[in-house]
C-alpha cells in the first residue's frame, strides 16, 4: 500500500511539474473572451473555444484594453499553478486580436530584416535642431491627432508654425500617401522637423507604420522625423528607424517646443537681477562721479580763463593782420585799375586815336585795306563808314 502525501506535497509536485515543461512556457493560445473581472490592476477572465476553457490572469495593466467581451484573442503567456487554492490558471504576458498572428509574424520579419541592413543604426540618427520654427506634421486631417499637436505646440510656443500635410493613416494606399509626404516635406526648405503621426490601434491598423516602403522614406529623409505613431505600449517599424520616438502625438509636440512661459519667468528673473545690480552699482559709484565732476568743472573754468586771454591776444592780432592786408589789396587794386586803364581802348580815343574795322574784321595795316569795300572808322563818340579809293604804302 502506497504512503500517503500531504496535500502542500501533492500540489507542490503539481507545480513542479508545469514549472518544469519548458514546451509550456511562452506559448501561444486563440481563444473566445468571456467571464471577465478586474481586482485593483490585475484581469481575470477565460478563454474557450468550441470544447474547453481556461481561467487567465494579467498583471499587466496596458493589456486590459484587448480584453473585451466575445473577443477573439491570442493570448501567450505560461500556465501556473496556484498552491494555496490548488488553481491552474495562465498567466499572460502579450494579448493581441486573432488574426493578427500573421501580421505580427510579418511585423518581426520585417524588423528583423530592416536591422541587418542598417537602418535602425544609431549613428544614422539625425539630431534634432534646438530651434524650431516650423513642424512639418504628416497625419489625418480629421482626428484628433492634429488637433492634440496644435493645441500643446501654440500653448508652449505661441509663435511655433504648424504645417499639415493630410494623409490617410491606415487602410489601402495608407504607405504610399504617407511616403509621398516625407518626400514632399523633405524637399520644402521652410520645415524644420517631421512628425509623423497617429493615434493608437490595433496591428492591423497601425500596419502603414510598418512597411517598408515608409521604412526607406524614413531612412531617407535629409530632415529629422520624429515619430508619434498610437500609444506609449505601440510599437511599429517607423518607430526604430526614426530619428526620435515620441510616446504619443502630443509628447511629440511638447519635446518639439519651448515652454515660452518658462522662458519669459526666467527672463524676468535675469532682468530683476540685473537691475538690482545695475542699481548697487550706482549707488556705489555715484560720490566717486560727483568728485570726478567737480575736479572736472574746476579744471575747465581755468582752462576757460586761460584760453580767454590768449583768445583774446588772438583776436587782436588777427584784427591788425587783417586791417594790414585790406589796406594792401585796395592799394594793389588801385594800380591794377590805372594799368587797366591805360589799356583800355576807349581811353585810347579819346586820345584821338581811331579803329578801323572792314568786313567784319579789325585793319591795323594800310595793306590789309580793301578798295572799294566800305570801312568802318569808330571815334570815341561814333562811327564813320567811308569807302577808300586807292591806298600808299610805305
Keep these: 500500500m502506497l504512503e500517503a502525501i500531504s496535500v502542500t506535497r501533492y500540489s507542490n509536485y503539481i507545480k513542479q511539474i508545469f514549472d518544469a515543461e519548458e514546451l509550456l512556457h511562452n506559448i501561444k493560445i486563440v481563444g473566445e473572451v468571456f467571464g471577465v473581472s478586474f481586482s485593483r490592476q490585475v484581469t481575470y477572465f477565460s478563454l474557450k473555444d468550441e470544447a474547453s476553457s481556461i481561467s487567465c490572469v494579467c498583471f499587466y495593466p496596458q493589456l486590459s484594453r484587448f480584453i473585451k467581451e466575445g473577443e477573439s484573442v491570442i493570448i501567450t503567456g505560461s500556465p501556473n499553478y496556484y498552491t494555496k487554492g490548488g488553481k491552474l490558471s495562465f498567466n499572460i504576458v502579450n494579448i493581441e486580436p486573432a488574426g493578427q498572428g500573421l501580421l505580427y509574424q ?48 501654440t500653448r508652449r510656443n505661441p509663435a511655433i508654425d504648424i504645417v499639415l500635410y493630410p494623409t490617410k493613416v491606415q487602410g489601402n494606399g495608407a504607405e504610399d500617401e504617407i511616403s509621398l509626404a516625407i518626400q514632399k516635406f523633405d524637399d520644402y526648405k521652410g520645415i524644420d522637423v517631421i512628425v509623423v503621426a497617429r493615434g493608437g490601434g490595433s496591428l492591423d491598423d497601425l500596419w502603414a507604420f510598418n512597411t517598408e516602403k515608409v521604412a526607406r522614406a ?40 519651448e515652454n515660452m512661459s518658462e522662458k519669459r ?53 588777427f584784427e591788425r593782420k587783417a586791417e594790414n592786408a585790406v589796406n594792401n589789396s585796395l592799394y594793389e587794386i588801385g594800380l591794377l585799375e590805372n594799368s587797366l586803364q591805360k589799356l583800355s ?35 570815341q563818340d561814333g562811327k564813320v563808314v567811308a569807302k577808300p579809293t586807292k591806298k600808299e604804302i610805305k
Excluded: W
Design 106 to 153: 510579418k511585423f518581426i520579419e520585417m524588423k528583423e530584416k530592416l536591422e541587418k541592413e542598417g537602418l535602425f543604426d544609431i549613428s544614422h540618427k539625425k539630431k534634432i535642431p534646438s530651434e524650431i520654427k516650423r513642424i512639418g506634421v504628416i497625419t489625418s486631417k480629421d482626428g484628433a491627432v492634429i488637433r492634440d499637436i496644435i493645441n500643446v505646440a
Design 265 to 317: 519667468a526666467d527672463l524676468r528673473k535675469k532682468v530683476e537681477r540685473l537691475q538690482s545690480l545695475s542699481s548697487y552699482y550706482y549707488t556705489q559709484k555715484k560720490s566717486e562721479i560727483s568728485g570726478y565732476i567737480n575736479n572736472l568743472m574746476g579744471f575747465s573754468n581755468n582752462l576757460v580763463k586761460y584760453n580767454r586771454v590768449k583768445l583774446d591776444k588772438l583776436s587782436m592780432d
Design 218 to 257: 524614413t531612412y531617407n529623409c535629409n530632415k529629422p522625423i520624429v515619430s508619434a505613431v498610437g500609444h506609449e505600449t505601440d510599437y511599429t517599424i517607423i518607430d526604430f528607424v526614426s530619428d526620435l520616438r515620441a510616446p504619443t502625438p502630443s509628447a511629440a509636440a511638447e519635446l518639439l517646443t
Design 345 to 379: 581802348p576807349f581811353d585810347i580815343l579819346k586820345r584821338g586815336y581811331a579803329k578801323i574795322e572792314q568786313n567784319g574784321k579789325v585793319v591795323d595795316k594800310a595793306n590789309d585795306v580793301v578798295i572799294s569795300s566800305d570801312v568802318i572808322i569808330n571815334f
